[in-house]
């Protein structure tokens, strides 16, 4: 049985990686899950799939917790030390699906640990993608990516001979607001931004792919994922998500993964992997959907993608910037104190006011990332002013 960690249980991608793993359950071991504070639905996962531990990142919320596993054997703990100490558990596999910065601990405790680390977390690369790739390879982690769209280059990818390859395309569906004229972008809500028109995803990431900051996230991400130069990535709007990602050679062969956009194929890819395990997906039928389209991105109409371009050109610390100042304004942009397009205007302008050395250790992206969020709420207060 391979024994599992879920870092995130109560998310989308936790929910689905669930799914898999309680639908072949004689094939896994559970060792702990892990949730911010959604009490109710982490007892009721950890009941059902008898885990070992259960913990909440808000210790404030280990009561209530505590009080749903009485008398089950599951072990309870809380906090942020708690979240990071569950990832030392062993595990064969971990999910590592929290999202923003909250992550990085337990992900580098992950990675230590010197088994396979499934990455969900795109922040742990955007912001300390160096540092994490070394400690991948000082202790032998194997880090898959779990996105879909870096989880088709991985199929694709001809990890043997890298030079083989000339370029990288990330598909992007291109949001909600791929044809909204520009004069009214100004007026999108949040209701309008979480709305995605081909993925169930959380809020935050659901926003980011409205402004194509997840997209440009995702480009930093695959920078330290596979052994590419950054001019060596693109990305290409393809609004149906049938095709995950590519990748183009030498020769002028491009290879490209398909499928329908469900997220628990490419978690069973990872889950399984080197092997392949069945999903309940729908499977993909070309000639019901009979077209496939495909368009160079907007980057003046989603200026937050020229930003990650630049940010990743730049290295240092510029990424761990742009995450973090993104973070904040995304929150403030949910919480109805600023308008779409000064979410953008808010990550330029706290890179243009912040430019620290490059991080060496975790500690120095958390200094950043502190300080970054620092700069950036103050500039939502002056927005909200």
């Given amino acids: 049985m391979k024994r599992v960690t879920i870092l995130g249980a109560t998310g989308s991608i936790g929910t689905s990686t669930l799914d898999l793993i309680e639908r072949e359950p004689e094939k896994f071991e559970v060792l702990a ?19 070992k531990r259960a913990v909440v990142a808000e210790e404030s919320c280990l009561a209530d917790l505590r009080a749903a596993l009485a008398g089950t054997g599951i072990e309870t703990a809380g906090g942020a030390d708690a979240v990071s100490e569950t990832a030392a558990m062993g595990a064969d596999w971990t999910m590592a699906a929290i999202v923003g910065s909250a992550g990085l601990n337990p992900v580098m405790t992950a990675i230590k640990g010197g088994k396979t ?24 982690a194997r880090m898959l990516p779990v996105d879909s769209e870096h989880n088709a280059v991985f199929q694709c ?7 083989r390859v000339h370029r990288v395309i990330l598909t992007a569906s291109g949001g909600p607001f791929r ?8 007026m999108i809500t949040p209701a309008q931004a979480v709305a995605h028109p081909n993925w169930s995803m959380g809020a935050k ?14 480009l930093i991400e695959a ?3 596979f052994p590419i130069r950054h001019d060596q990535l693109d990305v ?6 049938v095709v995950h990602s590519m990748v183009e050679y030498v020769d002028g062969s491009v290879l490209a993964q398909l499928g329908t956009p469900d997220m628990r194929t490419p978690i069973a890819h990872t889950l399984a992997w080197p092997d392949r395990m069945p999903t309940p997906g729908a499977r993909l039928d070309l ?42 304004a995304v929150a403030a942009f949910l919480a109805g104190q600023i308008g779409f397009l000064e979410i953008a205007a808010i990550v330029a302008d706290t890179l243009d006011g912040y430019d620290p050395g490059a991080p060496e250790t975790l500690d120095d992206v958390l200094i950043i990332d502190a300080e970054t969020r620092r700069l950036a709420g103050e500039r939502v207060r002056e927005c909200v002013a």
């Fill in 223 to 225: 920078f330290h994922l």
């Fill in 236 to 241: 290409i709007v393809h609004r149906q998500s």
């Fill in 157 to 163: 990818f001809d990890h043997e001979a890298p030079e």
């Fill in 287 to 328: 000639a019901r959907i009979g077209r496939l389209d495909f368009q160079e991105p907007d980057f003046q109409r989603f200026p937050c993608l020229s930003l990650a371009k630049q940010a990743l050109a730049a290295g240092g610390a510029r990424p761990a910037i742009l995450n973090a100042a993104n973070e904040v």
């Fill in 117 to 140: 680390v499934a990455l969900a977390n795109k922040e742990s690369l955007v912001c300390a993608g160096d540092v994490m790739t070394a400690a991948a390879r000082q202790h032998g």
């Fill in 33 to 51: 899950l892990t949730a911010n504070c959604d009490v109710a639905k982490l007892a009721a996962a950890a009941i059902r799939t008898n885990a």
């Fill in 179 to 186: 044809d909204t004229p520009a004069d009214q972008m100004s």
């Fill in 205 to 218: 990431i659901s926003v980011d792919s409205a402004t194509l900051m997840n997209k440009g996230l995702e």
